[in-house]
Nanobody, 114 residues
């Protein structure tokens, strides 16, 4: 069974940085696509960034140039480096792994103060 545990969230001022981590259990990490979604209060869940098994990345327009997704297959961990944070980045962030089934993390709060 796959479990995902996120860490690294918190409260930062506008312009600050955070790095989210998502560590997986199980044996499918290296053969799974991965990514991050976020959901702000009252909004639908939004895809933020994705990374394929071979490291090809894609980003939502709202975070391009500010966020970087990466993965360490040996550590079974996905990272989301978030720079130049804005109040509109405030949300609960969820990591996922997708093979045939999609597995989700529990979500972690990121709050950017204005």
């Amino acid at each position: 069974q796959v479990q995902l545990v996120e860490s690294g969230g918190g409260l930062v001022p506008t312009g600050g940085s955070l790095r989210l981590s998502c560590t997986a259990t199980g044996s499918i990490f290296s053969i799974s696509h991965a990514g991050w979604y976020r959901q702000a209060p009252g909004n639908q869940r939004e895809l933020v960034a994705t990374i394929t098994t071979v490291g090809i990345t894609d980003y939502a327009d709202s975070v391009k140039g500010r966020f970087t997704i990466s993965r360490d297959n040996a550590a079974k961990t996905i990272y989301l480096q978030m720079n130049s944070l804005k109040p509109e980045d405030t949300a609960v962030y969820y990591c996922y792994l997708r093979r045939v089934t999609t597995f989700w993390g529990q979500g972690i709060q990121v709050t950017v103060s204005s």
